[in-house]
């Protein structure tokens, strides 16, 4: 099963993606590739590869980005294929936090893919965590309240909507929709089951 948790920067999809993993350590964390330069403790490989535009746009060209889009104004950011492929695949579960456009792409590209929204209960607490994270620039920090803007207006597109209040009543409802979304997805199984079973008791 593939989770797309999108929702502007800020809002806490990493925090919420966090706090599901630590419940559900089988659940593997999609790296995206970014054209932005690192913060202050973040790592190439785990957060983000962090390349080149000239790197990005190879691996665009090439066929190796499952999605990719251009965010906040300039920096690309994009889903490598290849882990997202072998994980399905192999039957495991990922979660991947894009932003809209990439989720409207993913749609397409895997259409069982279970797109979730992520909002704030309100303005200010958006604006307070964004600040409080105290990671960007002033000019970073704008480019990303207007990019929220945007992504509100694209609230439609998303199956779920979670409103990031109360941190842990809201890894609760990312953990519900998991779950929930697992029981549906293994409906297939379910099927194979139901025939093992009449047959077992005719025989
Ligand atoms: P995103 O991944 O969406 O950019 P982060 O997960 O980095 O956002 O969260 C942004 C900031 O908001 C972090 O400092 C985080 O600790 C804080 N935060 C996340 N969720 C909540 C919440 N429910 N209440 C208060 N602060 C939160
Ligand atoms: P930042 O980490 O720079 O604050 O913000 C990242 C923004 O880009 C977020 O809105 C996030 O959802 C989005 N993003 C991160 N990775 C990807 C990706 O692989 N593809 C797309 N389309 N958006 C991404």
Redesign the pocket.
């Known amino acids: 099963m593939l989770l797309v948790v999108a929702?502007?920067?800020?809002?806490?999809?990493?925090?919420?993606i966090a706090g599901l993993r630590e419940r559900h350590p089988g659940i593997e964390w999609s790296v995206s590739c970014t054209t932005r330069d690192p913060r202050p403790g973040e790592a190439d490989g785990e957060q983000y590869h962090f390349v080149t535009r000239d790197e990005f746009l190879r691996m665009a060209r090439e066929g190796g980005l499952l999605e990719w889009a251009v965010v906040h104004g300039s920096d690309l950011y994009g889903t490598p294929r290849a882990p997202v492929e072998e994980a399905l695949a192999a039957g495991r579960d990922m979660v991947i936090?894009i932003d809209y456009q990439g989720a409207r792409s993913m749609r397409q590209a895997l259409p069982e893919a279970v797109l979730v929204f992520?909002a704030p209960p309100n303005a200010q607490?958006l604006r307070d965590?964004?600040t409080?994270?105290n990671t960007e620039s002033e000019e970073a920090l704008a480019r990303r309240l207007r990019s929220a803007q945007t992504e509100f207006s694209h609230m439609g597109i998303f199956e779920y909507l979670l409103v990031?209040?109360?941190?842990e009543a809201?890894i609760g409802g990312l953990e519900a929709i998991y779950l929930a979304e697992r029981q549906r997805l293994s409906r297939a199984h379910w099927r194979r089951l139901q025939g093992e079973l009449v047959e077992d008791l005719e025989g």
């Open positions: 929702g502007p920067s800020g809002v806490g999809k990493g925090t919420l936090e992520v607490a965590r964004l409080g994270r990031n209040d109360d941190l809201a």
